[in-house]
């Protein structure tokens, strides 16, 4: 890696290569009064990542009070926002959430505990290239800038992003790609963002396109060598430019107690739990959330009574409580590592009672609700025309998002009270992570161009509940009669662990065992392969055989659940709801589209005014027409075919007069194309004056037989009127027309001379 100081003192910048691409860092440029701030380039994508700590603490906290921020510029893609009224970038879409979170849980369990110092991790997208997508870019700027701060982390870490494409030269075999570009990223079955040490994997977030469990082991392990390469980049500027770490001060880890104290505390505190705890938590009658919370708050009180005199500081008194519930949560764990044995007497990879039911809500499109063990999801599935769509509009511009899945977790879920408003940064990424898992079973916009939205209504919560609306939403959306390819279910899986190394993997984790090992481990996906994976831990990460255990073993889960879901509903109904819209497709010739929209969309608008439907048009011509009312839907489609149909030689038609002229009458045959009635074709008889027999305004019926070069319509009333009695008709030529009204002249400019006004087709 070459480094290189330069002008204004103090800028360094370190340049190398990774994944085939230019790679490089900067410190000390932009940002310095921040703790810790870099910029990193990766081809003409640039992120800058800046680290703060407060000076003071936040008291009466238990938790550490870290915020990361992903901001998405856009001019770093030179677009100015498309709203007409503001131009400044409003709040963040799901999209830079998401990245904010998968930031935010892989550089969090490294942080030591008892930090209740703020700490603010901000990420600044400064240039995007089209190639080179910032969020994976973020993971190794955000590490890099904490851990050349002086805020205690026990870094550094790396992410990266990992494709699956076939190979160029044999398309039957599958090659791994290391952060591939956005145009690669479309030919991959498998979209996988990991954070971790090389070593040890600390973040997990994938969709695949039902990658089997092997292949998703093999991207992680594929993995680990790219993100050690980048972990060595990152160590090698901590040293040349990192600045000494500052623990905080002793009482904001200790609260005051000396660390002898401390531990003499915390093993009185596992002593008393393991005599008290272990036979009221696993006596086998706790099987409910609340009533092993009721005994954990009971055994609480009393462990303070026994352990805590009455003269204890108040500090101490907090951090007791704190010592018991780490004992209650190494008992639980204790318990799964040495004798198998889960606090409702679940086998470690027994899946908790399940139960599923559609067709609950008789005026919705579908609903479907999905309960295992207390968890309980009821999700709604809502149809729309094409024009429903969600437009976006990020660096990589404007795109239409046709599936939307929303996650509402209100508090009465958990027996709480709580704010309600606009969802938070957990609901927005439960929601994508489910919306993720059923995207690859959709059918195609071809086939069901309806958009689709599901809702997923958290009721009750006891663990999983992402899982659980993955799980409701296929219910919900077979319900409704969306032709999904197959159904997907979702589990979620944690580990115990010990200090030793010792681990158990668990399937379906719920309330007390939730922290235990740190690990929540979500994988969804169909009987043959994977669709979505969310990982994230408390602890310094997984390990390759721990991830590999895990993904066998949510396999089996997932296969069980999905055989109740289908008990309830084997495939998607073959019928949609009778209160749902129905979608007419009319395929036109692209050159009518005009046609339909008329001149600043007066033809279109009067055709929705007048049947209450909705009409979208593809550039291919592919008119859609979304209604409730058949016959109204019915009329806009008869509309749309009558302006665009090609009028042919010998087709018969009902059209009204519009114009008159000497030699004959202009007949409307469908809405925008007139074609000419002749003098001589208005009846077998002579006709001295158009106007004796067809005035502006009526209707008549006409028949089709001629269509010149020019597309111009020649048209016939006679030729649909009986024939004269006492045989037929004589010709034009026999009734002895003036020259100016025959059909034909072999001379001059065109029928009707320049005596007739311009003719429109």
Known sequence: MEIQKSEPAGVTTFTTEFSGRPLVIEVGRLANQASGSCTVRFGETVVLATAVISDSTRDGINYFPLTVDYEERLYAAGIIKGSRWVKREGRPSDEVVQTSRLVDRSIRPLFPKGIKNDVQVIITVLSFDQENDPDAISLVAASLAVAISPIPWDGPIAGLRVGRVSSETDPSRKEWVIN?????????????????????????????????????????????????????????????????????????????????????????????????????????????????????????????????????????????????????????????????????????????????????????????????GETQ?????????????????????????????????????????????????????HGMLAERALLPVLPPKEEFPYTIRVVSEVLSSNGSSSMGATCGSTLALMDAGVPITKPVAGVAMGVATDAKGNYKIITDLQDLEDGLGGMDFKIAGTRDGITAIQMDTKTKGLTLPMVRQTLDQAREGRLAILDVMQQAIAAPRPELSPYAPRIVTVQINPDRIRDVIGPGGKIINK??????????????????????????????????????????????????????????????????????????????????????????????????????????????????????????????????????????????????GPHRGGRRF
Not at 385 to 407: A, C, F, I, T, W
Not at 679 to 701: C, F, M, P
Request: proline residues 6%; hydrophobic residues 40%; contains cysteine.
């Open 180 to 372: 591939p570009s956005i145009a690669v990223r479309e030919k991959s079955d498998l979209d996988m963002i990991i954070a971790g040490t090389g070593e040890r994997i600390m973040m997990v977030e994938a969709g695949a396109q039902e990658v089997p469990e092997g292949a998703i082991y093999e991207a992680v392990e594929f993995s680990s060598k790219p993100v050690a390469q980048l972990v060595s980049i990152i160590q090698k500027v901590v040293a040349a430019v990192g600045k000494p770490k500052v623990m905080p001060a002793a009482p904001v880890l200790t609260e005051g107690i000396a660390p002898d104290v401390l531990a003499a505390l915390q093993a009185k505190a596992d002593a008393w739990v393991d005599q008290h705890a272990q036979p009221a938590l696993f006596g086998g009658s706790l099987t409910t959330k609340s009533s092993r919370a009721e005994v954990v708050d009971e055994l609480a009180v009393k462990f303070e009574a026994e352990l805590v005199s009455a003269s204890t500081p108040k500090d101490q008194r907090k951090l007791a409580a704190e010592m018991f519930r780490l004992a209650v949560e190494g008992l639980i764990s204790k318990m799964i590592l040495q004798k198998g044995v889960r606090v409702d007497g679940r086998a470690l990879t027994q899946v908790r009672p399940l139960g599923s039911v559609v067709g609950m809500l008789p005026r919705t499109h579908g609903s479907g609700l999905f309960h295992r």
């Open 607 to 752: 055709i929705i005014d007048e049947t209450g439907c909705d009409i979208d048009i593809e550039p291919d011509g592919r008119v859609m027409i979304t209604g409730t009312d058949l016959v109204k839907t019915q009329k806009a489609v008869d509309w749309v075919k009558l302006l665009t149909k090609e009028v042919t030689v010998g087709e018969t038609y009902e059209g009204k007069v519009t114009r008159i002229l000497d030699f004959g009458a202009f007949v409307e045959v469908t809405p925008n194309k007139e074609g000419m009635v002749h003098i001589s074709e208005l009846a077998h008889y002579r006709v001295n004056q158009v106007t004796d027999v067809v005035k502006i305004g009526d209707t008549v019926k006409v028949k089709v037989i001629a269509i010149d070069d020019l597309g111009r319509v020649n048209l016939s009333v006679k030729a649909l009127l009986p024939p004269p009695e006492g045989g037929a008709p004589a010709s034009s030529d026999d009734r002895g027309y003036d020259q100016p009204r025959r059909p034909m002249r072999p001379h001059g400019p065109g029928r009707g």
């Open 377 to 429: 999801v009821l999700s709604v599935v809502t149809l729309g025309s094409p024009g429903d769509v969600q437009l976006l509009e990020n660096l990589e511009g404007e795109s239409k998002k046709r599936y939307m899945h929303h996650y509402n977790f209100p508090p009465f879920s958990v027996g709480e009270t709580g704010r309600l408003g606009s969802p938070g940064r957990r609901e927005i990424g």
